[in-house]
């Protein structure tokens, strides 16, 4: 399950969630948004049940985006124990699994 989140929101839940990958997003993005199905599919297997899946908007949500460097959209980061592990920009499916493994 993916979960919206906004800045008031990202500190507390990447304190408290162990293991954590952000998507960051903008509405104008195209690409962000033929990512958001896949996105969900991601979240949704039972091999990353213990894993809190995030979605950003980037243009709204500045200190969320500082943290983890977002360059370009859409921009995905793995967050272990309140600290970045990796974050990069890419729009396939098995860089974006390729990353969240790196959290397991």
Same mark, same amino acid.
């Given at each position: 399950?993916?979960?919206?989140v906004?800045?008031?929101?990202?500190?507390?839940?990447?304190?408290?969630?162990?293991?954590?990958?952000?998507?960051?997003?903008?509405?104008?993005c195209?690409?962000c948004?033929?990512? @958001?199905?896949? *996105?969900?599919?991601? !979240? =949704?297997?039972?091999?990353? $049940?213990? #894993?809190?899946?995030?979605?950003?908007?980037?243009?709204?949500?500045?200190? @969320?985006?500082? *943290?983890?460097?977002? !360059? =370009?959209?859409?921009?995905? $980061?793995? #967050?272990?124990?309140?600290?970045?592990?990796?974050?990069?920009?890419?729009?396939?499916?098995?860089?974006?699994?390729?990353?969240?493994?790196?959290?397991?």
């Amino acid at each position: 399950m993916v979960t919206k989140v906004t800045d008031s929101e990202f500190q507390n839940l990447i304190q408290s969630n162990n293991k954590v990958v952000v998507k960051y997003y903008a509405n104008w993005c195209g690409t962000c948004r033929l990512f @958001a199905p896949k *996105f969900t599919k991601i !979240s =949704n297997k039972e091999e990353y $049940a213990d #894993i809190m899946f995030l979605d950003i908007n980037a243009e709204e949500n500045p200190d @969320a985006r500082q *943290f983890a460097g977002v !360059s =370009n959209l859409p921009f995905f $980061a793995v #967050i272990k124990d309140g600290k970045l592990v990796n974050a990069d920009t890419t729009s396939k499916e098995e860089s974006v699994e390729n990353m969240v493994k790196q959290i397991l």
